[in-house]
């Protein structure tokens, strides 16, 4: 009997039986072609994690390469829809910060252009700030570091007070009053250990202005 297995012949591997076609080099299989669904894709993913501001995604479609005008539509669409909105961005930042990490308008303003808020967005945000409340989130934040600063000498214990608010942003004349009040109402006697508060105190924000 003839061996069947001689008159076998392999089937020979054609289009239909490679399965399906893999990507190729620096390419996915779920990569969007078309530029401006690519860019709302990105913006999407991006907002779904934080808020953003337009400066923000425009940079990153941008380091995505994606094209100057599919950028521009999106961003545009997304402004129109409220998906975009930096003068609400710019409220919720200030709210946020100056409570949550005690931040006084000038650091406020120096975040938020980072973050390439528009000057008129940015003024409007931190002039919502009270004073009052800026002032009574300076005296918090120098009544905690004080408590924790007792047994150091006065001269290091102002100097790191006036740093603290500078570095939150706060201005001279302000970090100056809060502090001298903060050590007057611990009833430190200043001028009966030979200390000038005035002298301390402004020698100290120099020293923070120039290291600034």
Do not use: N
Request: proline share 7%.
């Amino acid at each position: 009997m003839p061996d069947r297995a001689a008159r076998v012949t392999p089937a020979r591997p054609g289009p239909a039986q490679d399965g399906p076609a893999r990507p190729g080099p620096g390419q996915d299989a779920g990569q969007v072609k078309d530029p401006e669904e690519q860019a709302r894709q990105l913006c999407l993913r991006l907002l779904t994690g934080r808020p953003r501001t337009r400066a923000q995604l425009a940079e990153a479609m941008h380091r995505h390469g994606v094209p100057g005008d599919a950028a521009a539509a999106v961003l545009a669409r997304f402004a129109e829809v409220g998906l975009i909105d930096d003068a609400a961005f710019a409220r919720a930042w200030v709210e946020s910060r100056h409570h949550g990490r005690g931040l006084a308008r000038r650091a406020l303003s120096a975040e938020l252009k980072q973050r390439g808020v528009d000057g008129h967005d940015i003024s409007a945000a931190v002039g919502a700030l009270d004073p009052a409340d800026e002032m009574a989130t300076a005296r918090r934040l120098v009544d905690k570091a004080l408590a924790a600063s007792r047994g150091k000498p006065l001269p290091t214990r102002i100097r790191r007070l006036v740093g603290l608010l500078a570095r939150k942003g706060y201005p001279a004349p302000i970090a100056y009053r809060v502090v001298r009040e903060a050590i007057e109402q611990e009833g430190i006697d200043a001028a009966g250990a030979g200390l000038d508060l005035d002298d301390l105190a402004f020698t100290a924000l120099d020293s923070e202005s120039s290291s600034g």
